[in-house]
């Protein structure tokens, strides 16, 4: 086996790029794309224009024999199945189960797998099936020769947007810059219940490197990120529609909005709709408001209440309307991103997106210093035997 060009990487489960684009930073070059979704690949080419490098389909039907050699891939397989939406179904669930599909496509690589592969899916997987799915994926990576490293990143210390994210750096060189996993202690990178995971299962293969702490928190709050529209703008709320969102908070967040709107300044709040019971057991749509400065998650806009909503209140007014898509893109640390297709299809891309500005902190502080090492000869020959 040949080396592979140093920070080369294909991305599966592609989306709209914005792995790429947070890499890309970092000095990584993409070679190859994946993705099912072809919605999501116009809006991937609408910002980096089309090649040949991205492929349209089921990961489970790739061929490899097409895909070039690389250092790494990564793959930011669907959560769906293991969050509360998704009925926990886990690894098991119709969506979830790719995982399997890119682990296929990694083992039917054989000699040309990339040394270094990149994992990244919601907190929930930590906890799946009581963990039993999480240690099945770090079992899987291991029978194929790599050793794994689990950190959790929230988009929030880079950007105003609460976004906490768990990856696996999987490796088959040796770094020696890694701490003992029974030496672990929770950190911001490692906190308590994932230091409890890897103490918990000496059986998986860890290579835990010793990392730099991240930033914690963002420079920027959400006023920072919004656009500028005029009140005649069609994207405010009406009144009527306006004074309904506020009717909707309950008396501890409606007190915070009476207190937004009497300030003599403007000041934000991000608001979701949520059904709750109330005391009677009776369904209810209340819209529950954040107003720490940060964004909550942004979400695929499936229904009402994947949409995030603005509230603008001072000098004794308010204004309410959707988060825009190019405020959602900065809040993805992807401001520059040229935004095609409708405003629904633009949501539904940055919903289902990675925080750019924490794949490139993980490229400058953690891939980077691996690239060199794994495209060493001395690598290669023992990860090819």
């Known amino acids: 086996m040949s080396a592979p060009a140093p920070r080369t990487f294909a991305e599966f489960f592609a989306g709209i790029g914005l792995v790429r684009l947070g890499l890309e930073r970092s000095g990584w070059e993409v070679r190859f794309a994946n993705d099912i979704d072809a919605g999501k690949r116009r809006q ?35 959560c769906t199945d293991l969050s509360l939406a998704g009925g926990r179904k886990g690894l098991g669930g119709a969506q979830s189960s790719a995982f399997w599909g890119f682990h296929n496509v990694l083992k039917r690589l054989g000699g040309r797998r990339p040394p270094l592969v990149l994992l990244e899916n919601v907190p929930g997987l930590l906890n799946s099936h009581g963990g039993a799915d999480f240690a099945a994926v770090l079992s899987a ?16 210390w880079f950007t105003p947007q609460s976004r906490l994210r768990l990856f696996v750096v999987a490796k088959a060189v040796d770094d020696d810059a890694t701490i003992e996993s029974e030496d672990l202690t929770p950190s911001q990178l490692r906190p308590a219940p994932l230091v409890d995971f890897v103490q918990r299962h000496p ?3 860890w290579s835990c490197a010793d990392l730099p702490e991240p ?19 069609p994207s405010w709320w009406s009144q009527e529609r306006a004074a309904y969102l506020l009717n909707q908070m309950s008396p501890r967040h409606r007190a915070e909005a009476d207190a937004m709107i009497a300030k003599r300044r403007w000041s934000y709040g991000a608001v979701f709709r ?3 019971r109330g005391a009677n057991g009776e369904k209810r749509s209340m819209a529950e408001m954040r107003t720490d400065g940060l964004a909550g998650c942004l979400r695929t806009p499936k229904g009402g209440s994947g949409r995030q909503i603005l509230f603008k209140a001072g000098y004794g007014q308010y204004a309410v309307r959707l988060l825009t898509p190019r405020e959602c893109a900065r809040l993805m640390g992807a401001g520059e991103f040229t935004i095609s297709g409708s405003n629904n299809d633009a949501l539904f891309g940055f919903g289902d997106a990675v925080c750019s500005s924490v794949l490139n902190w993980i490229g400058e502080n953690y891939l980077n210093r691996l690239a060199g090492e794994c495209c060493s000869p001395r690598q290669l020959e023992l990860f090819c035997r």
Do not use: C, W
């Open 44 to 78: 991937y080419e609408g910002h980096f224009g089309a090649d040949d490098s991205f492929v349209l389909g089921d990961v489970h039907q790739l061929d490899v024999a097409e895909m070039p050699d690389v250092t790494l891939a990564t793959a930011s397989f669907p």
């Open 274 to 276: 949520r059904v709750r």
């Open 203 to 205: 059986e998986i293969i």
């Open 215 to 233: 930033p914690t928190a963002s420079d920027n709050q959400l006023g920072d990120v919004l656009e500028k529209l005029p009140k005649d703008d």
């Open 141 to 156: 990576l291991n029978d194929l020769g790599y050793r794994v490293d689990p950190i959790m990143l929230d988009a929030k």
